[in-house]
């Protein structure tokens, strides 16, 4: 009865594993980043360079503060290998993404999707509530080295913690992605 017990516990602690969040250390998915210009960007055509991957509210100010910090980040880092770029995913987002890059000052691509998309790259439950801006720290080699939803404490120190992770990342050398 004890072994039964133990598969049943098994089997719903696995069915929660979706629903807290992805895994850290994963070979990143495919992702399109989908610009209003209507040209996508594939996150692999990044693969060699560092790339933080911004998932953000157009009416968020959070979010428009972190992209502003993101561009002093790639202006600093972007010769030594930093891509950022960012995807807004609220409601009419396609329309709004223009004036928030504007708005947040960034050079760097501002893109949109659907929530779907995005909460599946994030292995994210759409039940859970979310806080944004999300950051995906992905290294040179195609891994997501850091996913830190806009709750989290990485948030606390923002700019010394994203510094931390570039300055870790880009130290790393470029090679063929974990299997």
Partial sequence: MQHRWSWILTGFLSLLIPLTGAEVGRPSPE???????????????????VTVLMFVSTDCPHCVETCRVMETFQKEYG???LQTLAVAFNPMAIMLAPEFAKSAGATFPVGYDE???????????????????????????????????????FFTN??????????????????????
């Fill in 31 to 49: 992702y399109a980043v989908k610009l209003t210009t209507g040209k996508q960007l594939l996150l692999s055509s990044y693969r060699g360079k």
């Fill in 79 to 81: 010769p030594r290998g």
């Fill in 115 to 153: 929530r779907d998309p995005v909460f599946s790259y994030l292995q994210r439950s759409t039940s859970l509530r979310t806080y944004v801006p999300i950051m995906v720290f992905i290294d040179r080699k195609g891994t997501v080295r850091g996913q830190f939803m806009g709750d989290d404490q």
């Fill in 158 to 179: 923002r700019d010394s913690n994203i510094r931390s992770m570039l300055d870790k990342l880009i130290k790393e050398p470029a090679g063929p992605p974990k299997k």
